[in-house]
């Protein structure tokens, strides 16, 4: 049962190529969506679940994506091994800097993440001998499972979406084991779910680390996608958008991270003739929001309507 | 001795960046004690007095009165993001007002991209072009302006907040809002004047290094950062310290520039806020405060 919402989004996702082939909006944008979304949900993890704010996020994808992008280009590495090198690298800097920067609390978290956010896109802005500057790096190879190449739009579509469903399925699974509910514990209040027994630092360290390398492969996946890499895909905005993806969809619903990705995705699509309308349009957004539905659109939405149910059976009721 | 030299010639680049650090970091605390809200737009206000004061100036205002409309402007943008963002939002968590203020340094970004385009303007020092020398290094008189105008700003914050009646108002209700708003002081017009001060504070920032650096529509961001950094090295809510922190933090950033290189610049205040905040994150003047259950 808690699964049917994912099994009917899967159903729509498999079938919208077939009704509509050949679609820019559905096969090409599409899997930026996919991505976009693989990240939301991690974050939404960090974010929605543990209650915490990371304005860095793009760093952790910059680093994945980099990680495949020299690997295979400058070593000659099997792309799948530069991709768990990439998360293996990853895996290690977030928990490095996880203990450090996780016993800070609002303001200063936020601060921590920035800071951390802005010095690897720097790094990979000047270390230009391996990372190519600010140009980034092209020709990356393409991404062949058991022989089988994907390098059309439809084959990357179909893969994507089943490595975006997989997180999803992971997500909804996490949030409701033990780990899920010590998380929400200490969103609540973290000193009491210490007193309750829960090791908060070491939940809030799992967490940040897994999103993090959610974030990495996510990197990689598109390093492979795009065959180019550059700083721009990495720079602070693009945290900044990350996080307007969660709050939009509804902080704490895998569901509302997916629905934020896919809005903050679709919508410049469809700016593109308002192209230097974009940035007021997104502030405006990220306001509007946080000031009069600080749950979020996909949360606010479902909200109304179970209001509207009720109402209705107050009505017969009576 | 050429390193003695250089290291003067840092010093003087050092303390005018670290001024206007100082300035806007200033206009963090002020916000922080009066409405606990890290305001992420604090950069935008620089960019907009700074980008008012070029336009005013280059469509025929007299210059002085281009750079008094200018600071006039940014007041009132930093008074609309109080009344209309910040007050309705005021119920809200940490971590909803730092993306509401987010969201507004963005919407301010757009709105002055759709009216200034993306062209880098400069503005004319206020007094001459003549270099000074000092010694074996030099400085613009624009440099002294700078350090002249920040030092006078910052005396008279000070001034303001331990010797009139509204300034103390404010401090109180830093301290305490219900409180102040028993004793009959109109909480919601002191947070007003604190945003109002706060942009006033980042306007003659962004005037005074508008003759040295170039202004775009988004050259808020790195300001912006660099002063909740220098907040943040002050110990969050001092505001004396916060001025220090941003002095420190310039001298620095110019000291380190010079001596590393001059692309990994913003890297090292970056890198120099997160060990602040791994080691002491109460800042290094401020004091360590328990949490309240």
Not at chain 1, 144 to 169: C, E, H, K, Q
Not at chain 1, 232 to 246: Q, R
Not at chain 1, 268 to 289: A, S, T, Y
Not at chain 2, 128 to 149: K, S
Request: some cysteine; overall charge positive.
């Amino acid at each position: 049962m808690r699964l049917l919402g994912l099994g009917i989004f899967a159903l729509v996702i498999a079938i919208l190529p077939i009704l509509f082939p050949e679609n820019y909006y559905i096969t090409v944008v599409g899997v930026t969506m996919f991505f976009h979304a693989i990240l939301a949900v991690g974050l939404n993890l960090f974010m929605g679940y543990a209650g915490q704010i990371s304005l860095g996020h793009a760093a952790f994808f910059g680093m994945g994506a980099y990680s495949s992008a020299i690997l295979t280009t400058k070593f000659g590495w099997n792309p799948w091994l530069a991709m768990g090198a990439g998360a293996l690298l990853v895996w290690c800097i977030s928990y490095l800097v996880a203990r450090p920067i996780l016993r800070l609390k609002g303001h200063y978290l936020a601060m921590a993440t920035l800071g951390f956010g802005i010095i690897i896109h720097i790094f990979l802005v000047q270390y230009d001998t391996l990372t190519g500057g600010p140009d980034g790096l092209s020709s990356i190879p393409e991404l062949t499972i058991l022989g089988w190449p994907i390098n059309t739009d439809l084959r990357w579509y179909y893969f994507a979406a089943i490595v975006m469903l997989l997180s999803i399925l992971f997500s909804l699974n996490l949030v409701a084991s033990r780990h899920g509910r010590a998380l929400q514990a200490v969103h609540g209040s973290e000193v009491a779910a210490q007193m309750m027994g829960i090791d908060t630092s070491k939940v809030k360290v799992h967490i940040f680390v897994i999103s993090a390398v959610m974030a990495a492969i996510t990197g990689s996946l598109f390093a492979h996608e795009q065959a180019f890499i550059s700083p721009d895909s990495c720079s602070f905005f693009f945290s900044i958008e990350l996080v307007t993806m969660v709050v939009l969809g509804g902080m704490a619903s895998t569901f509302g991270a997916v629905f934020g990705a896919a809005i903050l995705t679709y919508l410049p699509e469809f700016l593109v003739v308002f192209q230097d309308f974009k940035v007021l349009i997104f502030g405006g957004i990220l306001m509007f929001i946080m000031i009069f539905l600080p749950e979020g659109l996909f949360v606010g939405l479902r909200k109304i309507v179970s209001y509207l149910r009720q109402g209705r059976k107050e009505c017969l009721s009576s | 001795m050429r390193m003695y030299e250089q290291l003067l010639q840092y010093l003087i680049t050092g303390i005018t960046v670290g001024s206007a650090y100082a300035l806007v970091g200033l206009g963090f605390a002020i916000i922080y004690n009066a409405s606990d809200v890290v305001n992420f737009a604090q950069g935008e206000f620089v960019m907009i007095g700074a980008m008012s004061a070029i336009f005013l100036h280059a469509a025929g205002v007299p210059y002085v009165v281009a750079l008094a409309l200018a600071v006039l402007i940014t007041v009132a943008v930093g008074m609309a993001l109080e009344k209309f963002a910040i007050e309705p939002a005021r119920n809200a968590s940490v971590v909803s007002t730092i993306i509401i203020t987010i969201g507004a340094s963005i919407l301010l970004r757009g709105a002055a991209l759709l009216i200034w385009g993306k062209d880098i303007y400069g503005l004319k020092p206020f007094t001459g072009e003549q270099t000074i020398h000092l010694g074996p290094a030099t400085l613009l008189p624009q440099n002294l302006w700078v350090m002249g105008g920040t030092a006078i700003s910052v005396l008279l914050v000070k001034y303001f907040f331990d010797h009139t009646r509204t300034g103390k108002a404010i401090l109180a209700c830093s301290y305490n809002k219900k409180a102040a708003y028993l004793v009959g002081i109109n909480v919601k017009k002191m947070l007003l004047i604190s945003y109002g001060l706060s942009a006033c504070l980042g306007a003659i920032a962004g005037i005074l290094i508008a003759p040295i650096t170039f202004f775009t529509y988004n050259a808020g961001v790195m300001l912006g950062l660099k002063g909740f950094s220098a907040a943040i090295l002050g110990g969050m809510g001092n505001p004396m310290g916060a001025v220090a922190g941003g002095l420190m933090l310039g001298l620095l950033e110019s000291i380190g520039a010079g001596l590393i290189s001059s692309g990994y610049k913003d890297a090292i205040a970056f890198i120099i806020i997160l060990l602040v905040l791994f080691f002491k994150p109460s800042g290094l003047f401020g004091k360590s405060a328990g949490e309240r259950v």
